[in-house]
């Protein structure tokens, strides 16, 4: 039972499902590779961190020797090849079971190399024996203060949605705040026994400017007094029932009504425990807890204000064991803030603040490894995510249990930045729709992504005919999956907004997690091998046309070529039922003009004008998408004079053609066309991967590479095609340049929500305000 989860535990606003009780190799995953170990210990809570290496399979393609290629053969080869990368692993469970957790990790550690474990937090001194003789490793101290701001540097840097206000009456109570790529400067109060207020400037620049002696220390002991309850959580559990304005004098008790004069409302306290010097009464112990609570917060908020004002900050986050997840603090410290800067500071909260000491001193330990020059992900296969805790809803979801909590984040492989054309990096929000905010949208989702489920794993199966475990290991996939989207109809802020994309992504993580690196694999190289026999000709076809025909057929073959998507229930219902199903049957399910976003004219008038410089093109599907649909497209761009960059996913989501496959298929699409041919030639075609794995797309996470070929080729056009990147991502998205948003809607319950029907189209053609596009009413000539 000392695994399980009888109940959930509190532990800083995060638990486990009631009916999980996890083995300890599902918490300590990893062991054996692990090396680099820290530890923080509170009065309660132990946060363990290390680094491990994870083997996993990735598919990699490789094209055949062209010289060698016999009619039927596939174009290129799949093969599945082991690669390692690097993982953090970061455990927090109670003091109780220190012991029990040291003695798993000591049976099972592999690693000798490893002679230190960083620690850090008031209690490391306490436990210093015990770790050493159970670890024989050395103890080595760092500085608690240092490593909360490392630990908290690093999480707002990784992790989007980090950061979240609190709104107890809101629909959902976690609003999510996307992190501004420049993190600095922020203030940082950190509420432990005392309060300390922290400026941090930059990376290793920070100073404490002020504190108070009044922190959750003093709720805690003057609680105690009051209310004879020793327990912290039992405190504010008290304090969620009671009724300050049975012990606290307000402004109308004084003055019968508000201060007017003063612009003083008649129910704010004028006095906390004004009321308690009444003789002859008795108060509640909730009332009493309720009344200290609003004092010690805002007295804290008023605080945290004033050093806001002083130093110019407006981004002031809150920490600390009195916060931690608890819905009653949270509340009360946004309600102060809120009051006392007049709504112009927002109180912001951390989905991983019971972390930041430990991720602090793994830092420290890991300074030669320099893990500050990576960008690093959240791995939601393995992160148990953010649980509501609030006493309202559960009144045994404080109780303290052996529950144990993971966050784990993958190193990438590329350093990820914004894309340098965003209008304002600051507020881009990736996501259309935020289903933690709309009930009956997350109720579709959550309800399609589960229809979804059998045809995924019967499609992972398939894509590993050799290996006969793979069954298995697909129906262990099918456990996660599934039991994370129960986590998330009752917890939708787990992982922070939950959006398609983090569905979808939070699939992916699954299937990764389970070896499964490319389902469709298989389905993309049979459907490139189709469609690229028809290219040429469709160029054929399109030389045939006038100017403006030409326009419209090369618009109308790129939406046609999208409906190609294994991700839409509807398509994919289609291409398993009718293999033959092609690209003029897809132009003929395309609605009619005019469509239901429909900027095709304005975007005609721009082709009549001078050509782009260069075009940012993020692409889609692999097979009749890319082939038949982008690259004629693309041909045309070329033949105008503009440069054309393709962005296309660094590893496999669905059936997206990744950065690998596309330099084949571009490779065979240039010996059987000039215009490509030549344009590979003279570096006018590049093609560059997004740094993305996700069918849909964050442009404020893109390969550094990418950003810089922004730069270099002065991008003044981006295109973004398909329903994941154009629809459920970056509809709303202000580029500093002219784009094109182009989709085929095929989902109906999505087309229903737009006003539109199945196979919609969206053509989204815009301009930023005040840029001015030259339009020349002269019709290029026909290129070859």
Same mark, same amino acid.
């Given at each position: 039972?000392?695994?399980?989860?009888?109940s959930?535990?509190?532990?800083?606003?995060?638990?486990?499902?009631?009916?999980?009780?996890?083995p300890?190799?599902?918490?300590?995953?990893?062991?054996?590779?692990?090396?680099?170990?820290?530890?923080?210990?509170?009065g309660?809570?132990?946060?363990?961190?290390y680094?491990?290496?994870?083997?996993?399979?990735?598919?990699?393609v490789?094209?055949?020797?062209?010289?060698?290629?016999?009619?039927?053969? +596939?174009?290129?080869?799949? #093969?599945?090849?082991?690669?390692?990368?690097?993982?953090l692993?970061?455990?927090?469970f109670?003091?109780?079971?220190?012991?029990?957790?040291?003695?798993?990790?000591?049976?099972?550690?592999?690693?000798?190399?490893?002679?230190?474990?960083?620690?850090?937090?008031?209690g490391?001194?306490?436990?210093?024996?015990?770790?050493?003789?159970?670890?024989?490793?050395?103890?080595?101290?760092? /500085?608690?203060?240092?490593?909360?701001?490392?630990?908290?540097n690093?999480?707002?840097?990784?992790i989007?949605?980090?950061?979240?206000?609190y709104?107890k009456?809101?629909?959902?109570?976690f609003?999510f705040?996307?992190t501004h790529?420049?993190?600095?400067?922020?203030?940082?109060?950190?509420?432990?026994?005392?309060? #300390?207020?922290?400026?941090?400037?930059?990376?290793?620049?920070f100073?404490?400017?002020?504190?108070?002696?009044?922190?959750?220390g003093?709720?805690?002991?003057?609680?105690?007094?009051?209310?004879?309850?020793?327990?912290?959580?039992?405190?504010?559990q008290?304090a969620?029932?009671?009724?300050?304005?049975?012990?606290?004098?307000l402004?109308?008790d004084?003055?019968?009504?508000?201060?007017?004069?003063?612009?003083?409302?008649?129910?704010?306290?004028?006095?906390?425990?004004?009321?308690s010097?009444?003789?002859?009464?008795?108060?509640s112990?909730?009332?009493?807890?309720?009344?200290?609570?609003?004092?010690?917060?805002? /007295?804290?908020?008023?605080?945290?204000c004033?050093?806001?004002?002083?130093?110019?900050?407006?981004?002031?986050?809150?920490?600390?064991?009195?916060i931690?997840?608890?819905?009653?603090?949270?509340?009360?410290?946004?309600y102060?803030?809120?009051?006392?800067?007049?709504?112009?500071?927002?109180?912001l909260?951390?989905?991983?603040e019971?972390y930041?000491?430990?991720?602090?001193?793994?830092?420290?330990g890991?300074?030669?490894?320099?893990?500050?020059?990576?960008?690093?992900?959240?791995?939601?296969?393995?992160s148990?995510g953010?649980?509501?805790?609030?006493?309202?809803?559960?009144p045994?979801?404080?109780?303290?249990?052996?529950?144990?909590?993971?966050?784990?984040?993958?190193?990438?492989?590329?350093?990820?930045?914004n894309?340098?054309?965003?209008?304002? +990096?600051?507020?881009?929000?990736?996501?259309?729709?935020?289903?933690?905010?709309?009930?009956?949208?997350?109720?579709?989702?959550?309800?399609?992504?589960?229809?979804?489920?059998?045809?995924?794993?019967?499609?992972?199966?398939?894509?590993?005919?050799?290996?006969?475990?793979?069954?298995?290991r697909?129906?262990?996939?099918?456990?996660?999956?599934?039991?994370?989207?129960?986590?998330?109809?009752?917890?939708?802020?787990?992982?922070g907004?939950?959006?398609?994309r983090?569905?979808?992504?939070?699939?992916?993580?699954?299937l990764?997690e389970?070896?499964?690196? /490319?389902?469709?694999?298989?389905?993309?190289?049979?459907?490139?091998?189709?469609?690229?026999?028809?290219?040429?000709?469709?160029v054929?076809?399109?030389?045939?046309?006038?100017?403006?025909?030409?326009?419209?057929a090369?618009?109308?073959g790129?939406?046609?070529g999208n409906v190609? /998507?294994?991700?839409?229930?509807?398509?994919?219902?289609?291409?398993? #039922?009718?293999?033959?199903?092609?690209?003029?049957h897809?132009?003929?399910?395309?609605e009619e003009?005019?469509?239901l976003v429909?900027?095709?004219?304005q975007?005609?008038?721009?082709?009549k004008?001078?050509?782009?410089?260069?075009a940012?093109?993020f692409?889609?599907?692999s097979?009749?998408?890319?082939?038949?649909?982008?690259?004629?497209f693309v041909?045309?761009l070329?033949c105008?004079?503009t440069?054309v960059?393709?962005?296309?996913?660094?590893?496999?989501?669905?059936?997206?053609?990744?950065?690998s496959?596309?330099?084949i298929?571009?490779?065979?699409?240039?010996?059987?066309?000039?215009?490509?041919?030549?344009?590979?030639?003279?570096d006018?075609l590049?093609?560059?991967?997004?740094?993305?794995?996700?069918p849909?797309?964050?442009?404020?996470?893109?390969?550094?590479?990418?950003?810089g070929?922004?730069?270099?080729?002065?991008?003044?056009?981006?295109i973004?095609?398909?329903?994941?990147?154009?629809?459920?991502?970056?509809?709303?998205?202000?580029?500093?340049?002219?784009s094109?948003?182009?989709?085929?809607?095929?989902?109906?319950?999505?087309a229903?929500?737009?006003?539109?029907?199945?196979?919609?189209?969206?053509?989204?053609?815009?301009?930023?305000?005040?840029?001015?596009?030259?339009?020349?009413d002269?019709?290029?000539?026909?290129?070859?």
């Open positions: 039972a000392m695994w399980g989860g009888q959930s535990s509190g532990c800083a606003g995060h638990s486990m499902d009631k009916s999980i009780t996890l300890p190799d599902e918490i300590f995953r990893n062991l054996e590779n692990a090396k680099r170990f820290a530890i923080d210990i509170g309660s809570l132990t946060k363990l961190a680094y491990s290496t994870v083997q996993h399979k990735v598919a990699k490789r094209s055949f020797d062209h010289t060698a290629k016999t009619e039927g053969d +596939p174009l290129y080869e799949i #093969s599945m090849q082991e690669e390692v990368s690097a993982r692993h970061f455990i927090k109670e003091n109780a079971y220190i012991e029990t957790c040291l003695d798993f990790i000591k049976d099972h550690l592999v690693n000798t190399d490893t002679k230190v474990i960083k620690a850090t937090g008031g490391a001194h306490k436990f210093k024996d015990l770790i050493e003789k159970k670890l024989k490793l050395r103890v080595d101290k760092e /500085d608690e203060m240092t490593c909360l701001i490392k630990g908290c690093f999480v707002l840097r990784n989007t949605h980090e950061a979240f206000v709104a009456h809101a629909d959902s109570e609003r705040q996307n790529p420049d993190i600095f400067p922020y203030l940082l109060i950190n509420i432990g026994s005392g309060v #300390s207020i922290f400026k941090v400037e930059s990376e290793d620049t100073e404490r400017v002020g504190g108070s002696s009044i922190g959750g003093t709720f805690w002991g003057l609680g105690a007094l009051l209310t004879k309850t020793k327990r912290f959580d039992e405190l504010l008290l969620s029932k009671g009724q300050h304005t049975n012990v606290d004098m402004v109308k004084i003055y019968g009504g508000s201060y007017g004069s003063l612009g003083l409302t008649g129910d704010l306290i004028a006095s906390s425990f004004g009321k010097a009444t003789p002859d009464k008795e108060f112990k909730e009332d009493m807890a309720k009344s200290l609570l609003h004092m010690i917060s805002n /007295d804290i908020g008023q605080l945290a004033l050093y806001a004002r002083l130093h110019n900050l407006t981004r002031v986050y809150f920490g600390g064991f009195f931690r997840g608890h819905p009653v603090t949270m509340h009360t410290i946004t102060s803030i809120n009051f006392f800067t007049k709504g112009e500071v927002q109180a909260f951390l989905r991983h019971g930041l000491g430990t991720i602090g001193a793994f830092l420290k890991a300074e030669e490894d320099n893990p500050n020059q990576y960008s690093w992900g959240e791995n939601y296969a393995g148990s953010l649980m509501s805790t609030s006493p309202d809803l559960n045994m979801q404080r109780a303290r249990s052996g529950t144990f909590d993971m966050l784990e984040m993958d190193r990438l492989e590329r350093q990820l930045v894309l340098p054309l965003l209008q304002d +990096p600051s507020s881009y929000i990736p996501d259309t729709v935020d289903l933690s905010e709309d009930a009956l949208a997350r109720e579709y989702w959550l309800y399609c992504f589960e229809e979804a489920l059998d045809g995924v794993v019967k499609r992972a199966v398939a894509s590993q005919p050799d290996l006969p475990e793979a069954a298995e697909a129906e262990k996939f099918r456990h996660k999956y599934q039991h994370k989207l129960q986590t998330l109809r009752h917890q939708p802020f787990a992982y907004s939950l959006t398609v983090s569905l979808l992504d939070t699939r992916e993580h699954c990764n389970f070896n499964f690196p /490319d389902p469709y694999s298989k389905i993309k190289q049979g459907e490139n091998d189709l469609a690229l026999k028809y290219f040429q000709k469709a054929k076809s399109l030389g045939e046309l006038s100017w403006e025909q030409r326009q419209f090369l618009v109308r790129l939406l046609a190609f /998507d294994w991700g839409a229930k509807a398509v994919s219902d289609v291409l398993e #039922s009718d293999p033959e199903f092609g690209f003029e897809a132009k003929l399910q395309l003009r005019p469509w429909d900027a095709y004219d975007w005609l008038k721009r082709l004008g001078p050509p782009h410089k260069c940012l093109f692409v889609d599907n097979g009749i998408d890319i082939i038949l649909g982008v690259f004629p041909r045309e070329l105008r004079g440069e960059v393709l962005a296309s996913n660094s590893s496999p989501a669905l059936n997206d053609v990744t950065n496959e596309l330099q298929l571009t490779e065979r699409i240039a010996a059987m066309d000039l215009v490509i041919q030549s344009a590979v030639k003279e006018r590049t093609l560059v991967q997004s740094g993305s794995s996700s849909c797309l964050d442009l404020s996470r893109l390969d550094k590479v990418l950003a070929v922004v730069r270099e080729r002065h991008v003044d056009l981006v973004i095609e398909g329903m994941g990147r154009a629809i459920h991502t970056n509809y709303y998205a202000i580029l500093s340049c002219e094109l948003k182009m989709a085929v809607i095929k989902n109906s319950w999505l229903d929500r737009l006003g539109g029907k199945l196979f919609s189209v969206v053509f989204k053609y815009e301009v930023p305000p005040g840029h001015k596009t030259t339009t020349l002269h019709v290029p000539v026909t290129p070859s």
